[in-house]
C-alpha cells in the first residue's frame, strides 16, 4: 500500500521537460510538484519524510565540474637491479569549464627503493609474478 501523500519532485531548468514528466507520472497514480530551479525546490518547505526526486540541472560552463572519461596501463619492470613502476593514461573530458582543456594526458615514472625486507620479498614475488625477475 502507498502512502496517500506521495509525491514526485521533478527540478528541471527547462519547463516543458516538467511538464512532461509530470503528465506521465499523473498518468501512472502519482502526484508530482514541479521546480524550474534548484533554489526553488530548497526553498519549498516539504511536509514528507519519503520522496522521489528527478533532477536536471545544467550549470554555467565556467562553474562545471570537469569529468573525465578514459583509462591507462601500467608495468612494473627492472633495468639493472633498480626496479620501476611506469604509467600511462588518457582522459577525454566529457564535460569541462570555460578555459578547460578537452583531454589529459598523465605519464608517470617511478623509482622503487625497497629497503625493509618484508616488503622486499613482497616486490620480489610481484615481479616474478609479472615476468619482470
Request: charged letters at 20%.
Amino acid at each position: 500500500m502507498e502512502p496517500a501523500n506521495e509525491l514526485v519532485y521533478i527540478v528541471d531548468d527547462e519547463a516543458s521537460v516538467g511538464e512532461v514528466l509530470s503528465t506521465l507520472l499523473r498518468a501512472n497514480g502519482k502526484r508530482a510538484q514541479i521546480f524550474t530551479s534548484g533554489q526553488n525546490f530548497l526553498g519549498f518547505a516539504r511536509r514528507d519524510f519519503c520522496a522521489c526526486l528527478i533532477l536536471d540541472l545544467t550549470a554555467e560552463r565556467n562553474k562545471r565540474w570537469t569529468v573525465p572519461v578514459g583509462g591507462g596501463a601500467g608495468k612494473l619492470f627492472k633495468i639493472g637491479p633498480q626496479l620501476l613502476n611506469a604509467r600511462a593514461e588518457y582522459f577525454n573530458d566529457v564535460r569541462t569549464t570555460t578555459n578547460g582543456s578537452d583531454w589529459q594526458l598523465q605519464t608517470q615514472l617511478q623509482f622503487l627503493f625497497i629497503h625493509h625486507r618484508k616488503y622486499k620479498c613482497w616486490y620480489r614475488s610481484m615481479a616474478s609474478q609479472d615476468g619482470v625477475l
